[in-house]
């Protein structure tokens, strides 16, 4: 059983920065997709960043050039480093995995931005 944990998340002011972690269990970071979501009151979940196994990264158009997805093989964490962040960032993150048998979840961990 594939277990993920979130933390990082918190309040933060127009313009700031935040990095979350998304711990592992299991040597799953390095093998398989990884990658964040996102989901605001009232609006669907959403593909924040994913970053696959050889290294290449994707992300939506909305956060092109603030946010960016990295991974720590020896710790089986992947991050995400959100700046320059906007009220409209403001959601629950969710970490993601996708293996073969099954996708998985974290808990989630919320991000407000606001002044």
């Known amino acids: 059983q594939v277990q993920l944990v979130e933390s990082g998340g918190g309040l933060v002011q127009p313009g700031g920065s935040l990095r979350l972690s998304c711990a592992a269990s299991g040597s799953i970071v390095s093998r398989y997709v990884m990658g964040w979501y996102r989901q605001a009151p009232g609006k669907q979940r959403e593909l924040v960043a994913v970053?696959?196994?050889?290294?290449?990264?994707n992300f939506a158009d909305s956060v092109k050039d603030r946010f960016t997805i990295s991974r720590d093989n020896a710790k089986n964490t992947v991050y995400l480093q959100m700046n320059s962040l906007k009220p409209e960032d403001t959601a629950v993150y969710y970490c993601?995995?996708?293996?073969?048998?099954?996708?998985?979840w974290g808990q989630g961990t919320q991000v407000t931005v606001s002044s």
């Open positions: 970053i696959a196994s050889g290294g290449n990264t």
């Open positions: 993601y995995a996708r293996l073969p048998i099954s996708n998985y």
